[in-house]
Antibody, heavy 119, light 107 residues
Framework: QLQLQESGPGLVKPSETLSLTCTVS??????????WGWIRQPPGKGLEWIGS???????YYNPSLKSRVTISVDTSKNQFSLKLSSVTAADTAVYYC???????????WGQGTLVTVSS | EIVLTQSPDFQSVTPKEKVTITCRAS??????LHWYQQKPDQSPKLLIK???QSISGVPSRFSGSGSGTDFTLTINSLEAEDAAAYYC?????????FGQGTKLEIK
């Protein structure tokens, strides 16, 4: 059974870079046809897609965040990562990783990790 | 980009009631519309994919319908465990987007 687990600092200072890693277990991140995405949810609010990556390294970002986002993949560790630069309080959210096929639903999701931006 | 608008934002219902949540897209998305359930302090769970396709392990009281711009999630004979937020999600084109969510409260 495929499982995803987010990890990283729970507190980031304003203007710094948020860095998270998603570890995939129970399956290979190099499986063809699957993409690996990041989605976030500010406290009490809705869901926002951040971006996705294919194991080959091809990336797709939400235009609203594109200038600040970098998603990368490490197939040797079965992990993919998110970097979000120049963070502000508005970036405080639960960050989820999830698997999907091209233009398809997200399933499964990781349990999520809360990142708070505060000095 | 395609905008999704869900209604209602909030609904308080009694067990065994039938619930209908709608999702309207700002332009046609065919059947590329999916529904998720999110219980408090949990990650979203896929309920229905491609407008009406059922997901293994999801109770049969959950069903979806629609195509083009108008979609519906129906919960027949609501149970207490269905208290959650429900989100629609379009994957017709990038950027993929979610509806604002519908919070379901059980009386």
């Amino acid at each position: 059974q495929l499982q995803l687990q987010e990890s990283g600092p729970g507190l980031v200072k304003p203007s710094e870079t948020l860095s998270l890693t998603c570890t995939v277990s129970g399956g290979s991140i190099s499986s063809s046809s699957y993409y690996w995405g990041w989605i976030r949810q500010p406290p009490g609010k809705g869901l926002e897609w951040i971006g996705s990556i294919y194991y080959s390294g091809s990336t797709y970002y939400n235009p609203s965040l594109k200038s600040r986002v970098t998603i990368s993949v490490d197939t040797s560790k079965n992990q993919f990562s998110l970097k979000l630069s120049s963070v502000t309080a508005a970036d405080t959210a639960v960050y989820y990783c999830a698997r999907h096929m091209w233009l398809a639903p997200f399933d499964p999701w990781g349990q999520g990790t809360l990142v708070t931006v505060s000095s | 980009e395609i905008v999704l608008t869900q209604s209602p934002d909030f609904q308080s219902v009694t067990p065994k009631e039938k619930v209908t949540i709608t999702c309207r897209a700002s332009q046609s998305i065919g059947s590329s519309l999916h529904w998720y359930q999110q219980k408090p302090d949990q990650s979203p769970k896929l309920l229905i994919k491609y407008a009406s396709q059922s997901i293994s392990g999801v109770p049969s009281r959950f069903s979806g319908s629609g195509s083009g711009t108008d979609f519906t999630l129906t919960i027949n004979s609501l149970e207490a465990e269905d208290a959650a937020a429900y989100y629609c999600h379009q994957s017709s084109s990038l950027p993929v987007l979610f509806g604002q969510g519908t919070k379901l409260e059980i009386k």
